[in-house]
């Protein structure tokens, strides 16, 4: 893809994904799998969950994906919930509003067996609903933006058509939610629980600590550095009937770039370039990053503060600054990239080789040639985020290593039922060493102070390795277990969708592409979607300090 093709799709997947608390962060260097590597959760493969983890719990720096420092949420958040510099102001909940939040924590949570507090059925309920409200969602604006661009009269008389048929459903879907899906009392309970969370800030912060527990929900890896778990949800995400439609049309691409920020269509000669792109194709899937262990509810609440005044997560504005001013909440998914061009030199294709012209060309599309080059390098020169400096370059990809396992089935109902595993199916190969008492784990800030690494060399820094007890193997082994099914079952399972209007078919029976198409086993980010931090800690000063 040219130049002028990259900006325009970033700019419609921006409109179609994000929103005014959120931004896309898309990745300089493709991010390619396929959907085995992606079902680490299914698998219980512990190398593939830790580097997935390291991935998104990276701290985005703006709308090119290429962070600066090896920084990550579990550390920012873990130094705000521990440090000994937070202070919270001193309240209580009287025996009335105690009851009120007990009510509210108890709709919102079920306690298992074990103590762990996890969503309750109605929340999954609730979860599930929003998640396809979203996809509904998406669908529509994607189609609209097609539609309202284009100036074929066939093209914008199918848009008037189809439009009021994605609207109701999407109207069909709220009333159900409403009716079905618990969602004015779960936003209720919601907005109990951090009002009345607020008054009580000590018992809260034990609450999210208790989440936080490193003995409890997170793990060490062979290198002997601590992550904390984290995965996406829905789980069967990646499975059919999740995939949506993705278009771009040549009216869209030269509609896109216009609607492009002037200085950014300056930096990239825009206006005085053409594109020979007739059209790009995908389909894509989004899906929430899942964190067993995170409380987003402590960024946004004003019952805490750092005893330096001049300390920030974020300060709030545009462009924020500070410790953390986003963190990414979701990714978009995407395969079957087909990209058509609007004409083929007499004689030749894309490799080179001789063709009839009324023969299209059928080049496989590879990672390289999906690279965001140029479009992305004038992003990184002026981002929408500002972080902390840092002059580390930072490249993490998922490892490549092929799996050998086989991902177990998903039911197909509200909970997602645990994969019964025998700890010992969990091979010392995949198992994190546990670390002795007198070797402690490294933090992940801690190894990005290694000099001249990249963060690849640095999350798999040498470590001597320590003799492991059998009685310590058989605890870490428990630990990652729960881990997984902690993962499994608080992931929603998305049902499928109602078929798109004016659709005859199923994304994954469209029609063969005619032009360079990506492989058909290939799963690449589209994007990150990463949200802006309010100013944070913004404390309200009306409370007793």
Same mark, same amino acid.
């Given at each position: 893809?040219?130049?002028?093709?990259?900006?325009?799709?970033?700019?419609?997947?921006?409109?179609?994904?994000?929103?005014?608390?959120?931004?896309?962060?898309?990745?300089?260097?493709?991010?390619?799998?396929?959907?085995?590597?992606?079902?680490?959760?299914?698998?219980?493969?512990?190398?593939?969950?830790?580097?997935?983890?390291?991935?998104?719990?990276?701290?985005?720096?703006?709308?090119?994906?290429?962070?600066?420092?090896?920084?990550?949420?579990?550390?920012?958040?873990?130094?705000?919930?521990?440090?000994?510099?937070?202070?919270?102001?001193?309240?209580?909940?009287?025996?009335?509003?105690?009851?009120?939040?007990?009510?509210?924590?108890?709709?919102?949570?079920?306690?298992?067996?074990?103590?762990?507090?996890?969503?309750?059925?109605?929340?999954?309920? #609730?979860?599930?609903?929003?998640?396809?409200?979203?996809?509904?969602?998406?669908?529509?604006?994607?189609?609209?933006?097609?539609?309202?661009?284009?100036?074929?009269?066939?093209?914008?008389?199918?848009?008037?058509?189809?439009?009021?048929?994605?609207?109701?459903?999407?109207?069909?879907?709220?009333?159900?939610?409403?009716?079905?899906?618990?969602?004015?009392?779960?936003?209720?309970?919601?907005?109990?629980?951090?009002?009345?969370? &607020?008054?009580?800030?000590?018992?809260?912060?034990?609450?999210?600590?208790?989440?936080?527990?490193?003995?409890?929900?997170?793990?060490?890896?062979?290198?002997?550095?601590?992550? #904390?778990?984290?995965?996406?949800?829905?789980?069967?995400?990646?499975?059919?009937?999740?995939?949506?439609?993705?278009?771009?049309?040549?009216?869209?691409?030269?509609?896109?770039?216009?609607?492009?920020?002037?200085?950014?269509?300056?930096?990239? &000669?825009?206006?005085?370039?053409?594109?020979?792109?007739?059209?790009?194709?995908?389909?894509?899937?989004?899906?929430?990053?899942?964190?067993?262990?995170?409380?987003?509810?402590?960024?946004?609440?004003?019952?805490?503060?750092?005893?330096?005044?001049?300390?920030?997560?974020?300060? /709030?504005?545009?462009?924020?600054? /500070?410790?953390?001013?986003?963190?990414?909440?979701?990714?978009?998914?995407?395969?079957?990239?087909?990209?058509?061009?609007?004409?083929?030199?007499?004689?030749?294709?894309?490799?080179?080789?001789?063709?009839?012209? &009324?023969?299209?060309?059928?080049?496989?599309?590879?990672?390289?040639?999906?690279?965001?080059?140029?479009?992305?390098?004038?992003?990184?020169?002026?981002?929408?985020?500002?972080?902390?400096?840092?002059?580390?370059?930072?490249?993490?990809?998922? /490892?490549?290593?092929?799996?050998?396992?086989?991902?177990?089935?998903?039911?197909?109902?509200?909970?997602? &039922?645990?994969?019964?595993?025998?700890?010992?199916?969990?091979?010392?190969?995949?198992?994190?060493?546990?670390?002795?008492?007198?070797?402690?784990?490294?933090?992940?800030?801690?190894?990005?102070?290694?000099?001249?690494?990249?963060?690849?060399?640095?999350?798999?820094?040498?470590?001597?390795?320590?003799?492991?007890?059998?009685?310590?193997?058989?605890?870490?082994?428990?630990?990652?277990?729960?881990?997984?099914?902690?993962?499994?079952?608080?992931?929603?399972?998305?049902?499928?969708?109602?078929?798109?209007? /004016?659709?005859?078919?199923?994304?994954?029976?469209?029609?063969?592409?005619?032009?360079?198409?990506?492989?058909?086993?290939?799963?690449?980010?589209?994007?990150?979607?990463?949200?802006?931090?309010?100013?944070?800690?913004?404390?309200?000063?009306?409370?007793?300090?």
């Amino acid at each position: 893809m040219d130049a002028i093709a990259q900006l325009a799709l970033m700019h419609k997947a921006q409109k179609v994904f994000g929103n005014d608390t959120t931004f896309l962060s898309f990745p300089v260097t493709p991010l390619q799998y396929t959907q085995a590597e992606l079902s680490f959760v299914q698998d219980f493969n512990v190398p593939r969950l830790r580097e997935f983890s390291l991935l998104v719990n990276l701290i985005p720096t703006g709308d090119a994906w290429q962070p600066t420092e090896a920084k990550y949420l579990w550390d920012v958040y873990g130094d705000v919930l521990g440090g000994h510099d937070t202070q919270l102001a001193q309240s209580t909940r009287s025996s009335q509003e105690e009851a009120e939040y007990q009510n509210a924590v108890q709709f919102l949570n079920s306690k298992r067996d074990d103590g762990w507090l996890e969503p309750s059925p109605a929340v999954k309920l #609730y979860s599930q609903f929003r998640d396809q409200s979203f996809v509904l969602w998406e669908r529509y604006t994607t189609a609209r933006l097609t539609g309202e661009t284009a100036t074929d009269p066939e093209a914008k008389a199918h848009w008037q058509t189809v439009e009021p048929q994605l609207r109701q459903q999407i109207s069909d879907l709220e009333t159900r939610w409403v009716n079905e899906g618990f969602k004015q009392e779960v936003e209720q309970a919601q907005q109990v629980r951090n009002r009345l969370g &607020a008054k009580n800030p000590n018992k809260t912060w034990g609450e999210w600590n208790e989440k936080f527990n490193p003995d409890i929900n997170a793990l060490t890896d062979a290198n002997n550095v601590q992550f #904390y778990p984290s995965s996406f949800s829905p789980l069967n995400a990646l499975e059919a009937g999740s995939w949506q439609p993705f278009t771009l049309a040549k009216d869209e691409v030269e509609a896109m770039v216009k609607a492009a920020p002037a200085e950014l269509r300056s930096r990239l &000669a825009a206006d005085h370039q053409t594109s020979d792109i007739a059209s790009i194709s995908l389909e894509f899937s989004s899906a929430a990053i899942l964190r067993t262990w995170l409380n987003p509810d402590l960024f946004k609440a004003r019952f805490w503060r750092f005893s330096d005044s001049s300390k920030q997560l974020s300060d /709030g504005k545009i462009p924020a600054s /500070g410790h953390c001013p986003a963190y990414v909440t979701a990714v978009v998914f995407a395969r079957n990239i087909t990209v058509k061009r609007a004409s083929q030199p007499t004689g030749q294709g894309q490799s080179g080789s001789t063709q009839s012209s &009324a023969t299209p060309s059928k080049t496989p599309l590879t990672a390289e040639k999906l690279e965001f080059s140029r479009a992305v390098q004038v992003l990184k020169l002026q981002p929408n985020l500002q972080a902390a400096a840092s002059t580390r370059p930072l490249n993490q990809p998922l /490892g490549q290593a092929p799996l050998g396992q086989t991902a177990h089935p998903i039911k197909q109902n509200l909970q997602v &039922a645990p994969i019964k595993h025998n700890l010992t199916q969990i091979n010392s190969t995949q198992i994190n060493t546990v670390q002795p008492a007198a070797n402690k784990s490294l933090k992940t800030a801690q190894v990005s102070t290694l000099q001249g690494a990249t963060l690849s060399q640095q999350v798999r820094v040498a470590a001597v390795s320590q003799p492991v007890t059998p009685a310590a193997r058989i605890i870490q082994q428990e630990a990652t277990s729960k881990a997984f099914l902690r993962l499994q079952q608080e992931a929603i399972v998305r049902p499928t969708l109602p078929q798109a209007p /004016g659709s005859s078919q199923t994304p994954e029976a469209a029609a063969k592409p005619s032009e360079t198409t990506t492989a058909p086993d290939q799963i690449y980010v589209l994007a990150f979607i990463c949200k802006s931090l309010p100013p944070s800690p913004n404390p309200d000063l009306t409370l007793p300090w």
